[in-house]
T-cell receptor, first 114, second 110 residues
């Protein structure tokens, strides 16, 4: 049983359309994160959540919004997709704020904006 | 701000070779340091960590020592296997946020 799943795994969308990516966890962890991974940049934090309806921005939040209405689900929305948002998106969970707890990552969503 | 610098890849080695992947950091204070590994098609997994100076993290034959004098956290393994082929990321804890290096791709040839 995977403790964290992302959907969809792959998506191709057109410029200007809204897109929502889903992260679902079964671990009951309080902290959830959305990252994007691009060559040469490592991972960059988009948004994170520290509880139901509690979210905050990361370093690359422009053009993205998030929602967390239940502990287990953390949604990432690209309000109007652009080609610069073509990337691999990873969700991560953690039981504590301190990264020493270790993050558990999903398998990623590969998004292509054409 | 805080940052992490990793050696550029790909790093290509033969099986049973000795591995070093360099990681240096810039930060205020003494942050916790991490190595994560990403196997093809998968998410990242925590490989090892060190929370204070001179600590040595170890797992699966990999080791890294927190060196505050050189602000480094180099990843080492004495004898690599084909199954170690992956991308390795160094990261540091900056006010409870992880700052990531760009990643180093490791290719092990049989």
């Amino acid at each position: 049983d995977a403790g964290i799943t992302q959907s969809p795994r792959h998506k191709v969308t057109e410029t200007g359309t809204p897109v929502t990516l889903r992260c679902h966890q079964t671990e009951n962890h309080r902290y959830m994160y959305w990252y994007r991974q691009d060559p040469g940049h490592g991972l960059r934090l988009i948004h994170y959540s520290y509880g139901v309806k509690d979210t905050d921005k990361g370093e690359v939040s422009d053009g993205y919004s998030v929602s967390r209405s239940k502990t287990e689900d953390f949604l990432l929305t690209l309000e109007s997709a652009t080609s610069s948002q073509t990337s691999v998106y990873f969700c991560a969970i953690s039981q504590g704020m301190d990264p020493s707890y270790g993050y558990t990552f999903g398998s990623g969503t590969r998004l292509t904006v054409v | 701000g805080d940052s992490v610098t990793q050696m550029e890849g790909p790093v290509t080695l033969s099986e049973e070779a000795f591995l070093t992947i360099n990681c240096t950091y810039t930060a205020t204070g003494y942050p916790s340091l991490f190595w994560y590994v990403q196997y093809p098609g998968e998410g990242l997994q925590l490989l090892l960590k060190a929370t204070k100076a001179d600590d040595k993290g170890s797992n699966k034959g990999f080791e890294a020592t927190y060196r505050k004098e050189t602000t480094s956290f180099h990843l080492e393994k004495g004898s690599v296997q084909v199954s170690d082929s992956a991308v390795y990321f160094c990261a540091l804890d900056s006010n409870y946020q992880l700052i990531w290096g760009a990643g180093t791709k490791l290719i092990i040839k049989p």
